[in-house]
C-alpha cells in the first residue's frame, strides 16, 4: 500500500504545474494533501473522478484545507473540532485536520492529513500554533488506544532536529525549529510514534522535504524535513521503502514542497 503525502500550496496552482503528471506517476493508493486552498468540489474534480475524496476548507478563504484521497472508499471521517476538540472550531484552526479510514489488503487503516500553523516566533500566532499542537498531542494518545494501525501525515511545520534543516544554525530562534516547537516531537516518539522517513533513512541530513520559491534554496538543497509521516508501532512495522519525489530543477516545481511516500507491506 503506497501512502503520500504533499502540501500542493494551492491545489488549482499545482493542477496547472504539473500535479496530475505527479499523480498518475506515483501510483499512490492514498495521498493526503495540505494547504489546498480550494472547496471540495474544486479539490476532487482536480484529483480526478476514480479517488475518493475528503476534505476540510478553512473558514479563512485562500487559506489552508486538508484533504485525503483514497482509491478505495473512506469511513469514518472526523475533521477539525470533531477530532481535535476544544477551541479547534475557530476559523484560524479550520482546515487543518481530517481523518478516515480505509481498508488495505490486511485490514483497516486510519489516515490522518493535518496542517500544522507555521508560526512566527513571539507573536499570538506563534500561540495559535502551540494551541493546535497541544490539541494534536492529545488526539494522538486517542488514536493509539481507538487504532492499531494509523498514520498521522502532513505537513507539521516543524524541522525536528539538525538533520532536518540545512541552516540549523541560522534559525536557531526561529518559529519551525525552536526548542519549545520540536519538544512536542520528542514527546511524540517517546509514546512510541514513528517517525517512518527518519527510521528507514537512518540519522544523516535531510533529505528535505521544502524549500523556499525565493533565491537559489532548491538549487543548493537548502531545505527543511517540515512533512512527516508519524505511524503507529504495528503500521510503522510494515514500512518497507520511503522516498521524496523532489522535482528535477527548479522550473519543473508544482508546489514548494516535495511528497513524502512511503510504501508499507499490507
Not at 500500500?1 to 501510483?27: F, L, P
Not at 518559529?175 to 527510521?199: K, M, T
Amino acid at each position: 500500500m503506497r501512502i503520500a503525502s504533499v502540501n500542493v500550496n494551492g491545489v488549482r496552482a499545482a493542477a496547472k504545474k504539473g500535479m496530475h503528471d505527479w499523480i498518475a506517476e506515483s501510483e499512490c493508493d492514498v495521498i493526503c494533501l495540505q494547504e489546498v486552498r480550494a472547496p471540495l468540489e474544486i479539490t476532487a474534480g482536480l484529483i480526478g473522478d476514480e479517488w475518493h475524496v475528503v476534505e476540510q476548507a478553512c473558514e479563512i478563504k485562500g487559506r489552508a484545507g486538508v484533504a485525503i484521497a483514497s482509491r478505495a472508499p473512506l469511513t469514518d471521517v472526523l475533521a477539525g473540532v470533531d477530532a481535535l476538540g476544544g477551541t479547534m472550531d475557530e476559523p484560524v484552526h479550520t482546515g487543518r485536520w481530517i481523518e478516515a479510514t480505509v481498508e488495505s489488503p490486511s485490514g483497516p487503516v486510519r489516515i490522518v492529513s493535518v496542517y500544522m500553523h507555521s508560526g512566527t516566533a513571539g507573536t499570538p500566532k506563534m500561540d495559535d500554533k502551540y494551541a493546535m499542537l497541544d490539541a494534536m498531542t492529545d488526539r494522538l494518545a486517542v488514536l493509539r488506544e481507538e487504532f492499531d494501525r494509523v498514520v498521522v501525515m502532513g505537513d507539521i511545520n516543524i524541522a525536528h532536529t539538525e538533520n532536518d534543516i540545512k541552516n540549523w544554525k541560522g534559525n536557531l530562534k526561529s518559529a519551525g525549529f525552536l526548542p519549545e516547537e520540536r519538544a512536542y516531537q520528542d514527546r511524540w516518539v517517546d509514546a512510541g510514534w514513528v517517525d517512518v522517513h527518519r527510521s528507514l533513512e537512518g540519522a544523516k541530513p535531510g533529505p528535505y522535504t521544502w524549500w523556499s520559491m525565493r533565491g537559489q534554496a532548491f538549487d543548493n538543497d537548502a531545505g527543511w524535513r517540515i512533512d512527516y509521516q508519524y505511524a503507529s508501532p504495528q503500521l510503522a512495522a510494515k514500512a518497507i521503502a520511503v522516498r521524496v519525489d523532489r522535482q528535477a530543477s527548479w522550473d519543473a516545481r508544482w508546489t514548494d514542497h516535495a511528497p513524502l511516500v512511503v510504501d508499507y507491506a499490507l
